[in-house]
T-cell receptor, first 112, second 114 residues
Framework: GQQLNQSPQSMFIQEGEDVSMNCTSSSIFNTWLWYKQDPGEGPVLLIALYKAGELTSNGRLTAQFGITRKDSFLNISASIPSDVGIYFCAGGVIQGAQKLVFGQGTRLTINP | DTGVSQDPRHKITKRGQNVTFRCDPISEHNRLYWYRQTLGQGPEFLTYFQNEAQLEKSRLLSDRFSAERPKGSFSTLEIQRTEQGDSAMYLC????????????FGSGTRLTVV
């Protein structure tokens, strides 16, 4: 089945640093999304990308949909304590269920 | 708009027992999804409904699992004869129709089978 490789698996950074994480796939996706999940909660949508090459920002977050449609990255600038959590990429296919295939997640820890 | 609501938040059950979870989606969303998430992994698709019709089921959804959305509003997911391998977070999500992948997830039901 389709799989997404998300890296890094974990990051330990200082408050104020910039963060970069990415996702790659052997399959083409029509959409890429980035979610954040806090402990004991469901994922919350951060950014949705619908067009190859698209670069989208949401506050301190910036994400890009790779032109091959097989990859995406997420950058967080000037990290703050509330950025702590697990970030998931997800790829979507238009046909049928429009289900999402998720990566394994990147756990972000911030030292104040 | 109160978001996607799931009940219960936590469930501990003995192996072999049946459990049922409920999901109330955002009212105007006609698509409802169930995903399962095990520790350290991303969510995995189980099944989805377009209104009251269950249109796709994953191979992960064994015969012991059944999902319903009787009136196209809330949905239930039942697991019969639970096994320890069923322990996971069960997430419900909803969205509007075609083209909108921006699911809104609920907070999930964490199932522990002992």
């Amino acid at each position: 089945g389709q799989q997404l490789n998300q890296s890094p698996q974990s990051m330990f950074i200082q408050e104020g640093e910039d963060v970069s994480m990415n996702c790659t796939s052997s399959s083409i996706f029509n959409t890429w999304l980035w979610y954040k999940q806090d402990p004991g909660e469901g994922p919350v949508l951060l950014i949705a990308l619908y067009k190859a090459g698209e670069l989208t920002s949401n506050g301190r977050l910036t994400a890009q949909f790779g032109i091959t449609r097989k990859d995406s990255f997420l950058n967080i600038s000037a990290s703050i304590p509330s950025d702590v959590g697990i970030y998931f990429c997800a790829g979507g296919v238009i046909q049928g269920a429009q289900k999402l295939v998720f990566g394994q997640g990147t756990r972000l820890t911030i030292n104040p | 708009d109160t978001g996607v609501s799931q009940d219960p938040r936590h469930k501990i059950t003995k192996r072999g027992q049946n459990v049922t979870f409920r999901c109330d989606p955002i009212s105007e969303h006609n698509r409802l999804y169930w995903y399962r998430q095990t520790l350290g992994q991303g969510p995995e698709f189980l099944t989805y409904f377009q209104n009251e019709a269950q249109l796709e089921k994953s191979r992960l959804l064994s015969d012991r699992f059944s999902a319903e959305r009787p009136k196209g509003s809330f949905s239930t997911l039942e697991i019969q004869r639970t096994e320890q391998g069923d322990s996971a977070m069960y997430l419900c999500a909803s969205t509007t129709g075609t083209g909108n992948y921006g699911y809104t997830f609920g907070s999930g039901t964490r199932l522990t089978v002992v």
